[in-house]
């Protein structure tokens, strides 16, 4: 797609406030594909007061009739799902099909869910002798990554607009142009404008000012857990909401009684999608001291088999940090099983699959989100032994449990301090809530609990 040259404000395109742009690389071969505009505070007051004039004519719109405009955004989504996809492609690097599966298919199935939840969600309950209403919280300021452009937008803009609530979106600047083609579905479905609005722009200039707007009722961040303090803290100081999806540094706990060949190919599978880039991955691998050297041979050839299946990473910077990471977990004594930091590309942002053995629990790199195709392999002596590794991070996003049994899977599951567990290889459930226990955040994004934080509570007593 081309870039346009303005922010989607009030149902229409207008020019920025100011002249500057950021440009938009390919991290694939590192050419400029297009700029877009650096939107400044003056933009985002601009989108937040067409939000907020929009607010009263969307809230008092029926749930039928909302759920309607978001059906129509999902099959404006199906229609154009290959362009979708050769746009993550282009801004990402994700390979192209890769795109199509994930990068495009996983938010239609996310709108879809919404257009079905607008219209059955129960916005009134009789409690007693009261009337208790579930009520549009406002207008929602969305700050969304790059790892997955179009799926984190549409995880915020699809439950806020089910819920009555007004947005304004500030995308990364790594990946704007997915954000410019979301804002041309949400235009060509025919919702009224001001609902959705579009400003892109750099974190600290465009994304602050957003956080900070006063005419902004709830912050909803992805992103990394540093980033999430500062919004929580400026959230805190205005006392408005926030619903803030961070890092993650997930166990993915093999124990003694599982196939082990599958869960360590499949282990390797999840780290590796995306090039890694993926607060929720499986990144520790832990496994029983019986089976470890196993393990580790079958992790390594798996990991090999990926060297020219993966994508680049988003950036330079990300490129240099997850080097970094590999540089640090050699110095510190982990054993490199595959990989490392040297790459066969002349040119692009690429990190070669890695595995670390010997990790232990300590180590930098089996406690720091590195957002790169890096597995750490960790054994353990015993079940509570694994439970203390698995629980042993700041963070608490996700994870993995496999056994013989899915029953001796969830009772170790049970245990676990994550906001997700994958069971002998669960699939993807757009209903299910998805958010972290600890430094992975506050809330919940999909299905019924995604929408639920974009609600306020009012009660009538009778």
Known sequence: MKAHEGMYIGGEWRAAAGSDTIAVVNPADEQVIGHVPAGTAEDVDAAVRAARAAFPAWAATAPAERAAKIAALRDVLVARKDEVAETVTAELGAPLQFSQMVHAGVPILVAGSYAELAASYAFEEKVGNSTVYAEPIGVVGAI??????????????????AAGCTVVLKPAEDTPLTAQLFAEAIDEAGIPAGVFNLVTGLGAVAGQALAEHEGVDLVSFTGSTAVGRQIGATAGAAVKRVALELGGKSANVILPSADLAKAVNVGIANVMGNSGQTCSAWTR??????????????????????????????????????????????????RLVVGGTETPHEKGYFVAPTVFADVTPEMTIAQEEIFGPVVSIIRYEDEDDALRIANGTVYGLAGAVWAADDAEAVVFARRMDTGQVDINGGRFNPLAPFGGYKQSGVGRELGSHGLTEYLQTKSLQF
Do not use: C, F, S
């Open 144 to 161: 969304t990554p790059w790892n997955y452009p179009l799926h984190q937008i549409v995880a915020k803009v699809a439950p806020a607009l």
């Open 285 to 334: 691998m832990l496994v029983h001291t019986d089976q470890y050297d196993e393990a580790v041979e079958l992790a390594g050839a798996a990991a090999a088999k990926y060297g020219d299946r993966l994508g680049p990473l988003v950036n330079a910077k990300q490129q240099a940090r997850v080097r970094g990471y590999i540089e640090k977990g050699v110095e510190e004594g982990a």
